[in-house]
């Protein structure tokens, strides 16, 4: 069975750093978690979860919403199955929960799975 696992959230003043971390495990031998695409999304109370970055499953290429680029990085290790987003130059606007997730559309079915999330509060 497929188990995202965050951590990494916590409390941060404006203008600081935070990493997040992605554990995942369970997948199997003939889907391995490197043929996977892995993104983080975000929750705020009372606003619908957006997506923050994303990185593919082969060449690793990146994308991010506009609110956040230029500040987080996404990255990958396919050996350790973890995906990571760093964040700096926090603000209040991106407290939110942070969710993992990973997607895969294989024969026209699709396999989504998700974290239970994290929670990164911005203030002073």
């Known amino acids: 069975q497929v188990q995202l696992v965050e951590s990494g959230g916590g409390l941060v003043e404006p203008g600081g750093s935070l990493r997040l971390s992605c554990a995942a495990s369970?997948?199997?031998?003939?889907?391995?978690?490197?043929?996977?695409?892995m993104s983080w999304y975000r929750q705020a109370p009372g606003k619908e979860r957006e997506l923050v970055a994303a990185?593919?499953?082969?060449?690793?290429?990146?994308n991010y919403a506009d609110s956040v680029k230029g500040r987080f990085t996404i990255s990958r290790d396919n050996a350790k199955n973890t995906v990571y987003l760093q964040m700096n130059s926090l603000k209040p606007e991106d407290t939110a929960v942070y969710l993992c997730?990973?997607?895969?559309?294989?024969?026209?079915?699709?396999?989504?799975?998700w974290g239970q999330g994290t929670q990164v509060t911005v203030s002073s």
């Open positions: 997730n990973a997607y895969r559309k294989w024969f026209g079915k699709d396999f989504d799975y």
């Open positions: 990185i593919t499953s082969d060449h690793g290429s990146t």
């Open positions: 369970g997948f199997p031998f003939s889907m391995p978690f490197s043929m996977y695409v």
